[in-house]
């Protein structure tokens, strides 16, 4: 193969949209593995315990006269819930699932 062939297939949009998807599926593997091991289940329980503390001040009367303290227990909540969640999602079985379908979906083109 020459150089101007493999330049052809670096710029064929179904090329990069399989290296898209088998990039996505390395990463959803990555982040499955994540979660069976410690420091994965380590994480999930600190980002839960944080969760639920933060819920805990915020609907008690801590923050009553403190909306500058409130706004940063919101802002620290909503950051916990969205990496645990996109961790979540990243390593789930449909994800996974999905991509390997439009893989194959492509690789049959």
Do not use: C, H
């Amino acid at each position: 193969m020459d150089n101007r062939q493999r330049e052809l297939e670096a710029s064929n949009p179904e090329t990069e949209e399989i290296e898209k998807l088998e990039d996505q599926l390395r990463e959803a593997v990555a982040a499955e593995q994540f979660f069976e091991q410690a420091t994965g289940k380590l994480f999930t329980q600190l980002a839960t315990k944080k969760i639920n503390l933060i819920i805990k001040e915020i609907t008690s009367d801590k923050y009553r006269k403190d909306i500058t303290g409130y706004n940063n227990a919101l802002a620290d909540l909503n950051a916990y819930k969205y990496m645990l969640k996109a961790m979540q999602v990243a390593g789930s079985p449909q994800r996974k699932a999905k991509i390997r379908q439009k893989l194959g979906e492509e690789n049959d083109d």
